[in-house]
C-alpha cells in the first residue's frame, strides 16, 4: 500500500471531462506526434501496441499539454516511467483492437505522492468506465483469471496480478444492465461490489481526468481500433 494515503486522499475528487480543450489542429498533431514515436510494446495477447511520449519527441506539444492540464489540476510532476537511458516518458499512447480490463494506474513506488490521470482521445469510438471504488496499491491488473495470476515474473512498468478487490467492496452483485451494454469483456463475477461513478462516451477533442487510485477499465464498444493518451502525475 501506498505510504502516504492519508494526503493521497486530500487530493481526490470526481473524475470531470473537459469538453473542446484541444481543436482538430492540435489532435491531428498528436497523431503526428503518434506516428513519429517508435513502438514501445505490440502485446498481441491483448492486441494493443503502445507507444511511449518520449521527451525527445514533440517539444512544442509538451508544453501545451502542460499548460491545458496544469490549468485543470494545478501544479503536478510527471510519474510516467523512464526510458532505458533514463530520461522522462511524458505519457502513453494505445492503439487498442481490444478493450482493457480491470485495473488501477497507482504507480511502482509507493512512497509516491500520486495524483491524477488524463486521457485524451485521438479516434472518436470508445468509452472508459470510472468505478466509484478505490484502490492503494501499485498499479494492479484486477482479475480473476488462474493464468494470470499466476504471473510473477513481470518486466519493469507492467502491472502486478491480483484478485484481492474480489470481497474487498462487498458482496453486490454488479448491475446487469451495464454489464451488457458496457462490460461484457470482463466476467461479471470479476466486478463484484463495484459501482460505476463515470461512463467516459470518447470525444476527439475532450480530456478526461481522474484520480489514479480509482478502479477502471475500458467499454466493450469498440469499432475496429482506438486510440488514446494516458499520463500519469504526481505531486
Known amino acids: 500500500m501506498h505510504k502516504q494515503i492519508e494526503e493521497i486522499k486530500k487530493n481526490e475528487g470526481k473524475p470531470k471531462i473537459i469538453k473542446n480543450i484541444f481543436n482538430n489542429n492540435e489532435i491531428s498533431k498528436f497523431m503526428e506526434l503518434y506516428n513519429t514515436l517508435p513502438t514501445t510494446v505490440h502485446n498481441k495477447k491483448q492486441n494493443v501496441i503502445k507507444k ?3 521527451s525527445d519527441y514533440g517539444k512544442e506539444l509538451e508544453e501545451l499539454f502542460y499548460k491545458r492540464l496544469s490549468d485543470e489540476i494545478g501544479n503536478f510532476k510527471y510519474d510516467n516511467l523512464k526510458s532505458e537511458d533514463g530520461k522522462d516518458i ?6 487498442s483492437y481490444n ?3 480491470l485495473h488501477i494506474d497507482g504507480g511502482f513506488n509507493l512512497n509516491d505522492l500520486i495524483y ?20 492503494y496499491g ?10 494470470e495470476l499466476e504471473l510473477k515474473k513481470l518486466n519493469y512498468g507492467q502491472n502486478k496480478r491480483s484478485s484481492e478487490h474480489i470481497g474487498m467492496f462487498g458482496n453486490k452483485p454488479f448491475d446487469q444492465v451495464l454489464h451488457r451494454k458496457y462490460l461484457n469483456h470482463e466476467k ?5 461490489g463495484l459501482e ?3 461512463i467516459y462516451e470518447w470525444e476527439v477533442g ?30
Open 116 to 135: 491524477k490521470q488524463s486521457l485524451i482521445p485521438l479516434t472518436p469510438v470508445g468509452s472508459t468506465v470510472i468505478f466509484r471504488n478505490r484502490h
Open 90 to 95: 511524458l505519457g502513453l499512447f494505445q492503439e
Open 138 to 147: 501499485q498499479s494492479t491488473n484486477f482479475t480473476t483469471d488462474k493464468n
Open 188 to 192: 461479471i463475477d470479476n466486478l463484484i
Open 196 to 198: 460505476v461513478e463515470l
Open 206 to 235: 475532450s480530456m478526461l481526468i481522474f484520480d489514479r487510485t480509482n478502479l477502471h477499465c475500458s467499454s466493450s464498444i469498440i469499432e475496429g481500433k482506438k486510440i488514446g493518451l494516458t499520463t500519469f502525475t504526481k505531486k
Open 52 to 54: 511511449r511520449w518520449l
Open 99 to 101: 478493450p482493457i480490463g
